[in-house]
């Protein structure tokens, strides 16, 4: 039975205090389920202001996406979570990355790893993490036992296994990293490159006594009527694509209200995504499609 819907949008933009409480009461009327902030140096940072999410509002959750692991020490970042779901009344679901961009860890004077260095720091993290949290001696305690949800983004092999282990939450972004590439370039994921990572997640996660809720980050969101022009300028950034394939990428939604409900329907049969988190910019745009998909 398909898991129900949930939407997510991540804040990006730094705002001061009433500004960014008027953003995020926004967002719950219009009914985002959590409200999320990034961690990238330039954009707010993260614990203020999911606690600051959470005072401005009442029903959603509020929660990371993602942490860098390589900006956190475990045990302060163990700290830093259980005091985050303390002051948010256990609402926060954190989420946790292996961080993509040299350039950041420059301007932090931190150590910029290999990819596989990388991921080897994020299991230590959330190892060190599960430990810490589910410990009843550590202090601060998390209201949420043994530790808050924990949602992992990643696509290669090594993460979507670390992501099978440990995460609650599976969070695909629908592109892959730019080999080489240090600055943060992605490349779309085509529907069928997605189906092959979705289905390399399910044979690490065979073996889990409950299934993960999994998510997609969704990088485009435009309501309108003629979904060739809508693409069209989008072509510049994916010149090996027609059109057709343009409109196809899971990541981007196109089209009129009803149109993008059915293709999110369409993605949650086929891939098993119910929880889509969209980017700030577009935060109002996809507010019609969530009570377009109301109950869904």
Known sequence: M????????????P????AWREKCRRAEALGYDVILVPDHLGMPAPFPA??????????????????NAGFWNPALLAREVATADALTGGRLELGLGTGYVQAEHDAAGLPWRSPGERVDHLRRTVEELDKLLGSDEHQPQPVQRPRPPLLIGGNGDRMLELTAEHADIAAFTGAKAVP????????????????????AYRRFAAGR????????????????????????PVLEYVPHLTEDAALALPLLLVGTVRQIAEQLRAQRERYG????????????????????????
Not at 15 to 18: N, V
Not at 209 to 228: G, W, Y
Request: cysteine-free.
């Open 209 to 232: 006594s409950a299934p993960a809720e999994l998510n997609l980050l969704i990088q485009l969101v435009e309501v309108t009527d003629d979904r060739r022009a809508a693409i069209r």
């Open 50 to 67: 999911v606690v600051a999410a959470a005072e401005a509002t009442e029903r959603p959750r509020v929660g990371t996406f993602v942490l």
């Open 180 to 199: 080489g590439d240090t600055g943060g370039k992605m490349l779309h994921l085509t529907p069928e490159e997605l189906d092959e990572r979705v289905a």
């Open 2 to 13: 398909a898991r129900p819907f949930r939407f997510g949008v991540n804040m990006m933009t």
């Open 15 to 18: 705002s001061a205090g009433d």
């Open 273 to 296: 995504f119910s929880y889509f988190t969209v980017l700030e910019p577009y935060f109002e745009a996809f507010g019609p499609v969530i009570e377009e998909l109301s109950g869904s």
